[in-house]
């Protein structure tokens, strides 16, 4: 029994031992398999970064203005007694807009026009009888200051009456009307908006930095959400001579012809005022840029040669960006011309990763400085 008991455990000790033998051999290999294996390289798109010259500009936001702009209202309070304009039309100057109750005044105006009169033939009487010696010389002066007295008393109330009729300032475009008849209007209530369309103003400002690269006269673009894709062009035609104390920026004032009457008061619009020389930068899609709070990052693809393999890898770079234009970025540091960079595909990489070059795709978008739609 106790033979047969040793018998039965030697033959599970060997069975154990060629078990973990090849157990054992199993894991080697598998070990050995891994260290050998290269996983498959992945498929990205590429583009070379190119040194370009571009057109320099200076952008900011800006807002639109009439260049003669005011909400018509009256001097004098009264009662509407006629409206003679629609909303939105077009007025030329001097046009009559709203007539206010003047009755009372031109009342007084006939009865001032008397007193003138009256005045006008005592003064003529009064120079006759002078002329004959018959009256004095200061008698005369009274009668002439009286006439003079009562022709201002007549003049400051035709003023009165002309200011409640109340006309175009200048010509332009009304907007919607604020007023009704019979409605008394106080000093100061408007009445409706008028605004000159053409020409206006951009007003917009810039930091103190670049005050030496402005003049009168160079090129401003704007662009706005109102009419996407289109570009309105003017001219640089002020430059405040003070700086703003808090944010030590410039303010500046472009003007525009407008004659499609487009542009309109109160528009937001991006500007960019168009340095007079193009200078080199160097450039690469946007698409290739990796944004992060710690900094801006490309993948480089450099050759790697192992076994006498030569096989293509990426390598992270931080670099610093600066403008745009359409869908590239210039790079100020961190690549040279000529690096080859990762364009598509970015999410699947790490430093050391083979990769390969796929091109081809015709189909695909290629980036444009010009694209369209324009990016926004």
Known sequence: MTRKLIVGIIIVVVVAGALAA????????????????????????????????????????????????????????????????????????????VKLDASSEEAQLRAAEAQVELARLNAERTQRLSADKTVSQSELDSAEATLKQDQANADAIRTTIDKKTIRAPFTGRLGIRLVNLGEQLDVGKGIVSLQSPSPVFVDFSLPQQNLSLLETGLVVEVTCDAYPGHKFAGTLTAINPDLDATTRSVSLRATFVNADQLLRPGLFVRTAVILPQAQPVLTVPATAVLSAPYGDAVYVIEPQVANGVTNLVVQQKFIRTGRTHGDFVSVESGLK????????????LRNGVSVQENNAGADSPQPSLSPNPPNS
């Open 22 to 97: 090849v157990k054992t051999m199993q894991i080697r290999s598998m070990i050995a398999f891994g260290a050998s294996f290269a996983p498959p390289p992945e498929t990205i798109s590429s583009a070379v970064a190119r040194e370009e010259k571009w057109q320099d500009s200076l952008t900011a936001v800006g807002s639109v203005s009439a260049a003669q702009g005011v909400m018509v209202s009256p001097e004098i309070a009264g009662t509407v007694t006629e409206i003679n304009f629609e909303s939105g039309a077009t007025v030329n100057q001097g046009d009559l807009l």
């Open 337 to 348: 011309a000529g690096d080859r960079v990762a364009t598509a595909g970015l999410f699947k």
